[in-house]
């Protein structure tokens, strides 16, 4: 039986207490991680009633939200753990109890285990009796219930391939496009799932699933003696930051072993303990993982780009045994992976340490060993070199240490732990009416149905009965020009239909915002991901092969891959600036000049883009449901390309499940292809892309190369559009009054998918440079940097007070020394601080955009549909539109509805983007209020006692139109400000860091909800953390986007945010400029993540002070994003320059 969110409780009768948690504590902003958190959690409680605060965290190693910051969902979420269980370090659960202001969880329901649904006795399967066979269209799935029958399944069919936990070869068949036409399951034989304990360890049968390995190894641990467990514990270090439980749950110890990957954690860890496997044609098939001896030391290691669910850089196990009573090595083994196409073990060095003591010269000698023995071309798969190689010394380091500690001989440094969060908020005037929900933490307000897993998405409306599926067919060249197109293999395909290309295009092939795009690439790609042509069948598994069906021949052609090359490009983008750069360069005692790469960032939202297209049959009309953030040019791109009048063409969203941007523009790559198939077959046709093809197809934010002379700033380079670069310009002085500057930006045309908009638009990367070269300045000048950016350099209004409400709530002062002390104390781990402020403007910046409207349908019996030109996609605007017309009307939130937003209802709308949606829209929900109002007037007056629902009745008797439109609404002009300081620590041998703490002032005016604009300014902040220390786009030097999903693209995680994460919104700052007072919040908190960023910097800068033999300059490069690999680099010693 599979139970999912459905399943577990609903709106419609009683939401599950998880289910009810998420959705009150704010944890659910566009909702599409929502249900798979929820589950996580339901799983958890289900095994575990009573869990503690750390499997709380644990449970949700397998989850992604881009929305949230996750915070909120913690939060929410630590109410069902044991009190007891939290740690005092953990500021959290006191905060929650004592300021319950964004929830209150005693108002949660209890959570009864008693009450939660049997598993069906009936479906309960032990060990399967018989064998199962399933034949598919392709594959014949055999599930073996003996040893014997497998291994005569095996012997007739040597080429059947074993499947335990699919997770291996699952990527294989789908990424891979690999075919195995016979598959043997072993997973259910008793023999491959036994478990033994022995005197020289625990022997597992190969079926055994990673879960089951760590929890029966954990029980090991607590009950053997320490010596006994050193294996063990390796084993379990290697299994905590491996997956997350969803596929250890599933994933066999014998899939790992025999995959062989270069990057297995397990196999280093098993080859250096010596673990046995026994391998059988007529028998069984053992791992025993071994266990220890009294002088037997070992440890496992392993670096990645994100601690949780990543696969490693280089992963390791080592051992030592000394001989008796002694510090001398009878035996050393050091395995590593990740340093050649297979496990490998470091002999040539091990062998040579035998009898040697564990002191300095071994060390050094190790060292010197490894760093010779563990070579790589610089051309290795997989890249990063240098980084790659030091961290095998690294490794080696602190096994020496561990195990000199252990010996009694050194100090090893201590690591932190926990998660914990504040926030701090304005509260509603007093005497504000109970029933004005403006200012008040409402949840959003789809948030139950989000979390019970009603709500709809695009792709959750039911298919049509004669819906056919598109899959597109892109280029695989950079540049090149298409020489032949063959569809006769797609054409075999079972449910093929057509394939449609440019020469289908009843209307203009030409579309995109400047007109310069087309639909279907004709005769010349420009891009890796280029859409040629589209396949379109009865079902999306027969897509996808049809579409791996249609051969392209290309003549290639040279090809642009990085901006670096691109300087004397085109398009250049004029300076912005003032004073006298001559004058201002001739009075300056320094002068600084560098360089900076910000490297760009995919959305990943994580609903991908999505068409259903329905043409309706008369006289080109056609309905289109569409995961965009652009109604209007989702119609007019497809109607362009139809040759019919955008009237024909009508568009529809409920919800998105995350847009950053990425929904603003690109969303119309595929519904002008979506809406051709439907035109050409005259039936509905839906396509929801994968990830790869999401991430390959749509670009993201753009790439910035920055050059700067202070106090002349160069050139600016990007990939992108005249907006992007014109609010780069405008952001480029950050906060800072600079007298004499001058910006010019370079556009630079690559052949990589064309970029879009991203949450910040430009704006970020040129803070970032701002706050690069204000670091320089202030190291040159041997300035504390808090004082180089100090208020009295600050424009604007209240900026001041955000910088110093930050300086104090964060303590900057008293944490300035504790870092100093910290790391005058400590060699190896280093911490840095950073305080850093943003201003960012608001508005679009083509005039007539900022603009919107609003439809406000009152009916008579007093309810109201709102419909305005806004998509709701998590943000929360479809909320805050309720409340400002609640307000308006005076009426409660409860009798106001809003079902979509489609272009019948509100035509010709800006883009939702910007942060300026609540500003435009809300405008236009109030002026439309205040019209309906005017109208009611009259009725109001001959009956002042009455009620809503009797003035509307009148009213409609009266025979006045209930219905008012208004296409106005003022652009508003100002900034939104916030200061965050940010505090790290990073571990000068691999390159990893953490982010100990963060304190975060924002300005969003008045607030209309507090609890909204918190989770924006969080989830904000989160997805800043992932552009500058986590988030890498890597292509290959012909331009193929080697990052296109989860396993090799990482955004942050749970595990990812400040330990300790404090919000506080500025109190009494009303904004004139906009609804209610209120502020934009969606984009002006992103960059305050680069506090964490320089924070880093600052931390690298201490380690490198420390080294002084490697004379190292004061002023060091750091692009960003900061990862593992490029501080491990920077933080320069001997390890680094041995390699
Ligand atoms: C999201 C994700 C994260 C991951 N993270 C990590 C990680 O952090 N570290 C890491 O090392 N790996 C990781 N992996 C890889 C993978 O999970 C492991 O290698 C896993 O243990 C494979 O087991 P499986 O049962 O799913 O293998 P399957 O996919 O079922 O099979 C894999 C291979 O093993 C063979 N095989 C399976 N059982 C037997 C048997 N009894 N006898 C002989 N051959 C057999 C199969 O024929 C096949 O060739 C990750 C995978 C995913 C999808
Ligand atoms: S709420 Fe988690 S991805 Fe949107």
Request: proline share 6%.
């Amino acid at each position: 039986a599979v139970t999912t969110v459905e399943g577990i409780g609903s709106t419609k009768s009683r939401l599950h207490p998880v289910q009810e948690r998420i959705s009150k504590s704010h944890g659910s902003q566009c909702g599409f991680c929502t249900p798979g958190i929820v589950m996580s959690m339901y799983t958890l409680l289900r095994n575990q009633p009573d869990p503690t605060v750390e499997e709380i965290e644990n449970a949700f190693q397998g989850n992604l939200c881009r929305c949230t910051g996750y915070r909120p969902i913690l939060q929410g979420f630590r109410t069902f753990a044991r009190v007891n269980t939290v740690s005092p370090n953990c500021s959290l659960f006191q905060q929650v109890t004592l300021s319950p202001s964004l929830f209150n969880p005693e108002e949660f329901m209890p959570l009864d285990p008693t009450q939660e649904p049997i598993f069906p006795p009936e479906l309960l399967v032990d060990v399967p009796q018989k064998q199962l066979r399933f034949e598919g269209e392709r594959v014949t799935w055999i599930q073996a219930s003996t040893l014997t029958e497998l291994l005569d399944l095996k012997a007739q069919c040597p080429e059947a391939k074993l499947v335990v936990g699919n997770t291996e070869i699952g990527i294989e068949m789908k990424f891979k496009n690999k075919l195995f036409p016979m598959i043997v399951c072993p997973a259910w034989i008793p023999e491959l799932n036994a478990v033994e304990h022995g005197p020289e360890g625990i022997s597992f049968g190969a079926s055994c699933p990673l879960s089951s390995v760590e929890k029966i190894l954990h029980e090991a641990v607590d009950k053997l003696p320490a010596y006994k467990t050193e294996v063990f514990k390796g084993v379990l270090e290697q299994l905590r930051w491996f997956a997350g439980i969803q596929v250890k749950s599933v994933a066999s110890l014998g899939g790992n072993i025999i995959t062989a990957s270069p990057i297995s954690d397990l196999n280093p860890v098993f080859m250096a303990s010596g673990a046995k496997l026994t391998i059988v044609s007529a028998g069984e098939s053992y791992i025993m993982p071994k266990s220890g001896q009294r002088g037997e030391y070992f440890s496992a290691f392993k670096q990645a780009s994100r601690r949780e669910d990543d696969i490693a850089k280089v992963t390791c196990g080592m051992r030592v045994l000394f001989q008796p009573g002694t510090a001398q090595v009878k035996e050393l083994a050091l395995c590593y992976g990740g340093m050649a196409d297979r496990t490998i073990s470091a002999l040539k060095t091990t062998q040579k340490q035998t009898a040697n003591s564990w002191n300095e010269g071994l060390l050094q000698a190790v060292c010197a060993g490894l760093a010779e023995e563990l070579h790589l071309s610089p051309d290795a798969p997989g890249g990063m070199v240098d980084f790659r190689r030091t961290l095998t010394l690294s490794f080696f380091f602190k096994f020496y240490l561990t195990v000199l500690q252990k010996l009694g001989k050194g100090n090893v440094e201590n690591v932190s732990v926990g998660v914990g969060a504040k926030y701090r908020l304005s509260e509603v005037p007093e005497g504000q009416s109970e029933e004005d929900m403006v200012g008040r933490p409402l949840p959003h307000l789809a948030s139950a149905m989000q979390a019970s897993g009603e709500a709809v998405y695009c792709d959750d409306i039911p298919r049509y009965e004669n819906e056919l599926s598109l899959r597109l067919v892109t280029s695989t060249k950079a540049h090149a020009k298409i020489t032949s197109i063959d569809i006769s293999e797609a054409q075999t395909v079972p449910g093929f239909v057509c394939f449609i290309s440019a020469e289908d295009v009843p209307g203009s092939n030409k579309t995109g915002i400047l007109n310069d795009e087309t639909v279907f690439a004709k005769d010349e790609v420009t891009c890796v991901g280029h859409i040629i042509g589209a396949v379109v069948t009865d079902t999306p598994e027969h897509a996808q092969r049809a579409a791996q069906g249609v051969k392209i021949t290309y003549e290639e052609l040279p090809a642009i891959i990085t901006i670096k090359v691109t300087e004397k490009g085109p398009h250049r983008k004029g300076g912005i600036g003032k004073g006298d750069l001559t004058k201002g360069f001739s009075e300056a005692d320094n002068v600084v000049s560098g360089e900076v790469h910000i490297g760009g960032q995919e959305h990943f939202y994580l609903e991908t883009h999505c068409t259903i297209a329905v043409p309706k049959g008369e006289q080109g009309e056609m309905e289109l449901f569409v995961s965009t953030q652009n109604t209007m040019k989702t119609q007019s791109f497809v109607a362009n390309m139809l040759g019919v009048p955008a009237n024909r063409i009508l568009v529809r969203v409920k919800r998105i499940g995350g847009g950053f941007g990425g929904k603003e523009t690109r969303s119309t790559v595929v519904s002008t292809a979506v809406a051709l198939a439907a035109y050409k077959t005259g039936r509905p046709v839906r396509c929801m892309l994968d990830r790869d093809e999401d991430m390959l197809i749509t670009g993201g934010r753009h790439p910035f190369l920055a050059k700067y002379k202070v106090l002349d700033v160069g050139s600016y380079a990007g990939d992108g559009r005249d907006s992007i670069m014109e609010r780069a310009l405008l952001h480029m002085d950050n906060c800072y009054k600079i007298p004499n500057i001058l910006g010019t930006g370079r556009l630079c045309k690559t052949n990589l998918s064309s970029n879009t908009a991203f949450r910040g638009f430009g704006g970020p990367q040129a803070m970032l440079i701002a706050e690069y070269w204000m670091s320089e300045v202030a190291l040159t000048c041997g300035l504390p940097a808090e004082e180089v950016s100090q208020p009295g350099k600050l424009e604007a209004f209240t900026l001041s007070r955000c910088w110093d409400e930050c300086l104090a709530s964060s303590q900057y002062h008293a944490r300035r020394s504790e870092i100093d002390k910290f790391n005058e104390e400590n060699c190896w781990k280093k911490r840095g601080l950073c305080i850093i402020p943003t201003k960012f403007g608001i508005s679009f910046g083509i005039p007539f955009l900022n603009q919107s409207g609003a439809l406000i349908h009152v009916y008579t019996d007093g309810s109201v549909l709102l419909t305005h030109g806004g998509m709701e996609m998590g943000q929360g605007l479809h909320t805050k539109m309720i409340q400002v017309a609640s307000r308006a009307l005076k009426i409660p939130i409860s009798k106001i509805y809003i079902s979509e937003t489609s272009t019948n209802t509100v035509p010709n709308t800006s883009p939702t983007a910007a942060s300026v949606s609540t500003d435009l829209n809300g405008q236009a929900v109030y002026e439309a209020c205040q019209t309906i109002l005017k109208r009611l007037e009259p009725f109001k007056k001959k009956n002042p006692s009455g009620t809503w629902e009797e003035w509307v009745k009148t009213l409609k008797a009266g025979s006045l139109s209930l219905l008012f439109e208004t296409n106005s609404g003022n652009p508003f002009h100002y900034f939104s400000y916030g200061v965050a300081c940010s505090e790290v620590e990073i571990d000068c041998l691999t390159g990893d860091h953490k982010n100990l703490r963060t304190d975060i002032v924002m300005d969003v005016g008045s607030s209309l909800n507090p609890a909204i604009d918190i989770g924006q300014v969080e989830g904000a902040f989160v997805q800043g953390l992932g552009l500058f220390t986590l988030e890498e786009l890597h292509y290959s030097p012909e331009g193929s986007l080697h990052t296109r999903g989860p396993s090799t693209y990482k955004i942050p995680a749970f595990g990812s945010i400040p330990i300790e994460f404090s919000v506080s919104l500025l109190r009494d700052c009303p904004n004139k400029k906009a609804i209610y007072a209120s502020k934009a919040v969606g984009e002006p908190p992103l960059f305050l993540a680069a506090s964490i960023f320089f924070a880093i910097k600052d931390a690298i800068h201490a380690a490198r002070a420390k080294n002084p033999d490697c004379k190292m300059e004061k002023l060091f490069r750091l692009d960003s994003p900061a990862t593992p690999e490029k501080i491990r680099n920077a933080c320069v010693d001997q390890f680094t320059t041995l390699v």
